[in-house]
């Protein structure tokens, strides 16, 4: 599977973005898909994920109640819905999948992806 993410920009602090996780492939319906952010000088961290049909979501303590992940799979995108933004929230964010062999299937590590997409750029002004 291939992947594309796109949606970034510049945003004042508690603004709102939406990142798009566009995919190709006929069987996107078989995996999980997260979002992963890297800021200025920081590692890769986890953001939030969602199983393979949607019905179970993971997040980072950093963004629950703030950013919504969700999936349609007709679409074959995932999105990433970001609000009450915040400086730190500033970073490339990626989309990534795997192949779950479950329909409750999430993962918060780096390591547990195979596909990763490109990057999309969002930086939150203060």
């Known amino acids: 599977v291939q992947l594309q993410a796109s949606g970034g920009g510049l945003v004042q602090a508690g603004g709102s973005l939406r990142l798009s996780c566009a995919a190709s492939g006929p069987t996107f319906n078989l995996f999980t898909v997260g979002w992963f952010r890297q800021g200025p000088g920081k590692e890769r961290e986890f953001v939030a994920a969602?199983?393979?049909?949607?019905?179970?979501?993971l997040s980072a303590d950093s963004v629950k109640g703030r950013f919504t992940i969700s999936k349609d799979n007709a679409q074959k995108t995932v999105y990433l819905q970001m609000n009450s933004l915040k400086p730190e929230d500033t970073a490339v964010y990626y989309c990534a999948a795997d192949r779950a062999y479950s329909d409750f299937e999430v993962y918060g590590s780096t390591y547990e992806y195979d596909y990763w997409g490109q990057g999309t750029l969002v930086t939150v002004s203060s």
């Open positions: 969602i199983s393979r049909a949607g019905g179970n979501t």
